[in-house]
């Protein structure tokens, strides 16, 4: 089945620096990654499309100048949060969409990121 | 704005009792639904994905049923087991995928 991985699993920073979440399509090609924050005990909540080779489309109330995304391959998406802050801290999970099948988003593992 | 809501936000049920779970859209055009599993920690595990033209999809031992009209979706598990305990998601997709906020499933041994 498809696959899709992220790195790193887990991340623990200071507060003011910037932390860069890959996430990657392994055995498909995907021109449309999605990225998704999740607070402990609730859902996730969409917060960015990437597509290939084109600026990514935020959801509204997220910040496109501190979480940077940029994709620059058909198989990979990376997640910058720009000079992280306490309330950064999330789950982050990436999904891609199959070039060759696009009903489905296969979802990463995610990334746990903390920030002190 | 679609909404998607998930009843029970908890369930614990000892092994071997059949349950459903249920997932309710507010806005019915929707694409696909789709039924996922997450344990703690972890990402999400594709259960089940209905097309908006199909009524129900089976894996195994879950069924997975929608009924558009009335904006509703239930994942039926049979024979519950202590592994099948995780958080379950149900996500409309209608361009984007709206999750619910999930059923905490508990199965005790």
């Known amino acids: 089945g498809a696959v899709v991985s992220q790195h790193p699993s887990r991340v623990i920073c200071k507060s003011g620096t910037s932390v860069k979440i890959e996430c990657r399509s392994l055995d498909f090609q995907a021109t449309t990654m999605f990225w998704y924050r999740q607070f402990p005990k609730q859902s996730l909540m969409l917060m960015a499309t990437?597509?290939?080779?084109?600026?990514?489309?935020?959801e509204q109330g997220v910040e496109k100048d501190k979480f940077l995304i940029n994709h620059a391959s058909l198989t990979l998406s990376t997640l910058t949060v720009t000079s992280a802050h306490p309330e950064d801290s999330s789950f982050y999970i990436c999904s891609a969409v199959d070039l060759s099948n696009t009903d489905t988003q296969y979802f990463g593992p995610g990334t746990r990121l903390t920030v002190l | 704005k679609q909404e998607v809501t998930q009843i029970p936000a908890a369930l614990s049920v000892p092994e071997g009792e059949n349950l459903v779970l249920n997932c309710s859209f507010t806005?019915?055009?929707?694409?696909?639904l789709q039924w996922f599993r997450q344990d703690p920690g972890k990402g999400l595990t594709s259960l089940l994905l209905i097309q908006s033209s199909q009524r129900e999809q089976t894996s195994g031992r879950l069924n997975a049923s929608l009924d558009k009209s009335s904006g509703r979706s239930t994942l039926y598990i049979a024979a519950s087991q202590p592994g099948d305990s995780a958080t379950y998601l149900c996500a409309v997709i209608g361009g984007k995928l709206i999750f619910g906020q999930g059923t905490e499933l508990s199965v005790k041994p």
């Open positions: 990437s597509n290939e080779g084109s600026k990514a489309t935020y």
């Open positions: 806005d019915s055009a929707i694409y696909n």
